[in-house]
């Protein structure tokens, strides 16, 4: 690993003076920064990290004072060619050749495993996660921020009434959508919700003509679901929603029952106590008045039955931020329930998108969106002057349009609601989804114009401009930057570093031509592009995207 060497080889000197081991100084060394209005040094040491003492000064100026005496004692050599001090810090300077020629060495011979197996992840043991995510409903079209709810006894009741047998088969979501519109009209009508908590509750009781019903749904549903899941290159490995644990989800209720934890109301209503001084300041209901199931139940259910399956060590649920509470709740059944891995649960959050239209109309549905994206961006590729001819241009417009989306939706914190805008998400330039597919395309232009590079035959004396300089030192911080989205969960880490990594790029790739360039010089340069190329493209997959190579 390149910027791992170069840690390493930082870390042992550093702790001959400090005495300290090297394992313990690896973490507070990292990468600068590129700054697009100086050089800047390629390393640099946090001398705060090293100060235990709460009581020592931990003051701008102490830090300073204590950074230069550590950098008094450090000596340049093979590896560091200079040494410098900022603010807190202490900055490594590599040796300009070797910095060429290891980073490239590394991402060439790693390809797709460059900085995967770095010495950051080293302290994170192997782990088995199960993630929730997407959760859309059983017969209801993708809405683009498709908000779960029990809508089951509704459509029930809906289909018995609206629904159309050759309608389902030929268009099932469509026509269950429009079914679920209609009996939601009526749902005002006190006996309309009876019929629908009727339904409901024969389907917890097995009867055979609700079950079946509620089966063709959930199979049609899903038939749908798998086709758009694979416009946005997504594979399940399982489809089990909260629905489908109706079921254990009564277990569930016996066991609460058992364990002292269900108390009945006035209403008839099952619920659970959260509070701390156990005076229902805080509770969850668990069981309808009829003795039904209910959202949070089937969900305990589903944690208990996954946890019980695949035995992982966490389980993550992503959903939309309303649920924040029902998950807090959900997590403190389980331990209430006396299970210590709920400690291992956690709830990644989502914003919502505000402003997104298309033109049909104000209702937004996935497939409307990525339709959207695709016919906008054909568009744009049709009035392009730099447009090339292209192979499939519909299935490169559909690759270029959910880069578009995924850019813009994962820009900001995952949590951060953000307005929409189409015009926005799909400019050429600028940090969008679309210019890093551009510059992934030029890129790989470029190798298809001029060859690959043969790592054997680079000089990497060629490569001291400071454009090719950045372009390596910002190659140095993906394992940080992976590392950092591994922790935290949120890749606007990933998408902030390709963002700068694709600006650095077009900038080297303007200033340091290869063609009209000696042999020499051309093959070190088409070197660096092709490493800038292939971290880029890994970055991409990371979040989804597929790289497009022309456009």
């Known amino acids: 690993m390149a910027a791992c060497s170069f840690r390493r080889s930082i870390a042992s000197q550093l702790s001959k003076i400090l005495d300290l081991p090297p394992e313990n100084l690896i973490k507070s060394i990292s990468a600068v920064p590129v700054s697009k209005k100086r050089q800047v040094a390629d390393f640099q040491f946090s001398v705060d990290s090293i100060t235990e003492d709460r009581s020592s000064d931990h003051s701008a100026q102490a830090l300073q004072l204590r950074a230069q005496m550590l950098a008094e004692k450090l000596k340049r050599d093979a590896v560091v060619s200079e040494i410098s001090t900022g603010p807190g810090t202490v900055n490594f300077t590599i040796n300009r050749e070797l910095l060429a020629k290891t980073v490239l060495q590394q991402v060439l011979k790693d390809g797709s495993e460059y900085e995967i197996k770095s010495e950051l992840f080293s302290t994170v043991p192997r782990q088995k996660a199960v993630i929730e995510f997407s959760s859309p409903n059983i017969a209801k079209k993708f809405h683009i921020g498709h908000l779960r709810s029990t809508i089951i006894g509704l459509l029930g009741v809906g289909f018995q009434q609206f629904g159309d047998k050759e309608k389902l088969k030929s268009s099932p979501l469509q026509h269950l959508f429009e079914v679920y519109v209609q009996i939601n009209k009526a749902a005002e009508d006190e006996n309309t919700r009876k019929l629908a908590s009727d339904f409901f509750r024969k389907l917890e009781e097995h009867d055979e003509e609700t079950l079946s019903l509620w089966k063709q749904f959930r199979s049609f549903s899903i038939e749908e679901y798998i086709r758009i899941y694979k416009r946005l290159g997504v594979h399940f490995d399982e489809y089990s929603g909260e629905s489908f644990y109706q079921e254990k989800s009564q277990e569930v209720l016996k066991m609460l029952e058992e364990k002292g934890l269900l108390q009945k109301t006035m209403k008839g209503t099952g619920i659970v106590d959260l509070s ?74 989502f914003g919502l998108v505000q402003g997104m ?29 730099t447009t090339k001819e292209i192979e499939n241009p519909a299935d490169t417009a559909e690759k270029i349009g959910l880069a578009a989306l995924i850019i813009q939706d994962f820009q900001g914190l995952l949590s951060s609601d953000y307005q929409f805008s189409w015009d926005r998400a799909l400019q050429s330039r600028g940090d969008t989804g679309v210019f890093l597919q551009y510059t992934h395309a030029r890129l790989h232009s470029l190798e298809q114009m001029h060859g690959n590079a043969e790592l054997t035959a680079v000089n990497v004396a060629c490569l001291q401009e400071p454009e090719a300089i950045s372009v390596l030192q910002h190659l140095l911080r993906y394992d940080e930057v992976l590392y950092r989205s591994s922790q935290d969960l949120q890749p606007k880490h990933i998408v902030s570093y390709l963002l700068t990594l694709s600006h650095l790029a077009a900038v080297a790739h303007k200033t340091l031509l290869v063609k009209g360039s000696t042999p020499e010089r051309a093959q070190a340069r088409l070197c660096l592009f092709q490493a800038a190329r292939l971290v880029l493209a890994n970055g991409m997959k990371l979040l989804g995207i597929t790289p497009v190579t022309q456009m």
């Open 276 to 349: 701390e001084k156990r005076d229902l300041s805080s509770f969850s209901t668990v069981m309808r008045s009829d003795g039904t199931s209910l959202y949070i139940t089937r969900d305990l259910a589903a944690a208990i039955d996954r946890m019980n399956k695949h035995n992982c060590d966490s389980m993550i649920y992503v959903t939309d931020k309303s649920q924040s509470n029902h998950f807090q709740h959900l997590f403190q059944i389980l331990k209430l329930m006396g299970y210590d891995w709920a400690e291992r649960c956690q709830h990644v959050s």
């Open 357 to 385: 239209k298309t033109r049909r109309g104000e209702v937004i549905f996935l497939e409307d969106v990525l339709d959207e994206a695709r016919s906008r961006m054909l568009q744009n590729m049709a009035s392009a002057k």
